[in-house]
């Protein structure tokens, strides 16, 4: 089972894999479960033939629970689809597991079971306000989940500052939550933001408070902002530039190859 290697040099770039809504959802269309998991190995294949370090599978619904949960069905459905993906593009080819809201100990439990490298957490400490409700933080349900699994090999990214979290109450600076993150048990943290002078601003705080912690950029790249965004993060989780037709299409190879070359020319 390939381990994460964050924070080694190499600019990992890990493209996003988005899902149309599962089993177990209210807006799931019925039979088409078999149609998502070919789009999500397409494009899985996709960002491995281009070159891509790994891929974030991630669930896209119009509603979610705020709670650490998800239905069985959910859950079954993105085990099966996640191994399908690591079949697919193979050993050294990193695949994440992203349920959201904040489906952490599913997003585990798919992880470990279909071969999984990773999971990224949109609330791994405080809480934070979303549209489904105040998300709340369980960072020690989460890491003893992780060690009831045996799976401390998977990773954990976790969202500091981004469209899927905000420090709930404002008074802590991204630095002290990246800190805070990292002390509970965070392997990388990741930000985002429309400007690009704020990513910079947010990614410099976070190597004065928590040095060591890897940080990723949680979405706003593209091939014209790339070179400069990733000369100061480890890596970026990259979606809708790499898309055809935008966010949510497939991923088109060539749009990853050119994001992928950006990446390597920087080391």
Same mark, same amino acid.
């Given at each position: 089972?390939?381990?994460?290697?964050?924070?080694?040099?190499?600019?990992?770039?890990?493209?996003?894999?988005?899902?149309?809504?599962?089993?177990?959802?209210?807006?799931?269309?019925?039979?088409?479960?078999?149609?998502?998991?070919?789009?999500?190995?397409?494009?899985?294949?996709?960002?491995?033939?281009?070159?891509?370090?790994?891929?974030?599978?991630?669930?896209?619904?119009? %509603?979610?629970? +705020?709670?650490? =949960?998800?239905?069985? /069905?959910?859950? $079954? !459905?993105?085990?099966?689809?996640?191994?399908? #993906?690591?079949?697919?593009?193979?050993?050294?080819?990193?695949?994440?597991?992203?349920?959201?809201?904040?489906?952490?100990?599913?997003?585990?439990?798919?992880?470990?079971?279909?071969?999984?490298?990773?999971?990224?957490?949109?609330?791994?400490?405080?809480?934070?306000?979303?549209?489904?409700?105040?998300?709340?933080?369980?960072?020690?349900?989460?890491?003893?989940?992780?060690?009831?699994?045996?799976?401390?090999?998977?990773?954990?990214?976790?969202?500091?500052?981004?469209?899927?979290?905000?420090?709930?109450?404002?008074?802590?600076?991204?630095?002290?939550?990246?800190?805070?993150?990292?002390?509970?048990?965070?392997?990388?943290?990741? %930000?985002?933001? +429309?400007?690009? =002078?704020?990513?910079? /601003?947010?990614? $410099? !705080?976070?190597?004065?408070?928590?040095?060591? #912690?890897?940080?990723?950029?949680?979405?706003?790249?593209?091939?014209?902002?790339?070179?400069?965004?990733?000369?100061?993060?480890?890596?970026?989780?990259?979606?809708?530039?790499?898309?055809?037709?935008?966010?949510?299409?497939?991923?088109?190879?060539?749009?990853?190859?050119?994001?992928?070359?950006?990446?390597?020319?920087?080391?």
């Amino acid at each position: 089972m390939p381990e994460h290697h964050w924070g080694s040099g190499h600019k990992q770039v890990l493209g996003m894999v988005h899902l149309k809504p599962l089993p177990g959802t209210p807006f799931h269309e019925a039979g088409s479960l078999d149609r998502i998991t070919e789009t999500a190995v397409r494009s899985a294949r996709a960002l491995h033939e281009g070159g891509a370090d790994g891929c974030l599978v991630q669930t896209v619904d119009r %509603v979610y629970t +705020a709670a650490d =949960e998800s239905d069985p /069905a959910r859950t $079954a !459905a993105m085990a099966l689809i996640v191994s399908e #993906v690591v079949k697919a593009t193979g050993p050294g080819f990193q695949v994440g597991v992203q349920m959201m809201r904040n489906a952490v100990t599913a997003s585990l439990a798919v992880a470990a079971v279909a071969g999984g490298s990773y999971v990224r957490v949109g609330a791994l400490v405080g809480a934070t306000q979303t549209p489904q409700g105040i998300v709340q933080a369980n960072p020690l349900a989460v890491m003893s989940y992780r060690r009831s699994l045996d799976a401390s090999h998977l990773g954990v990214v976790a969202d500091v500052a981004s469209m899927h979290y905000s420090w709930l109450g404002g008074t802590r600076s991204v630095g002290e939550v990246a800190k805070a993150a990292a002390t509970a048990g965070a392997d990388a943290v990741a %930000v985002s933001h +429309a400007e690009e =002078e704020t990513v910079l /601003a947010m990614i $410099a !705080a976070i190597r004065q408070a928590a040095p060591k #912690v890897p940080v990723f950029l949680a979405g706003g790249s593209d091939h014209g902002n790339a070179a400069r965004l990733l000369a100061a993060a480890d890596g970026a989780f990259v979606g809708s530039c790499l898309e055809s037709g935008g966010w949510g299409g497939e991923i088109d190879q060539r749009r990853v190859s050119e994001y992928t070359a950006i990446a390597r020319s920087l080391g």
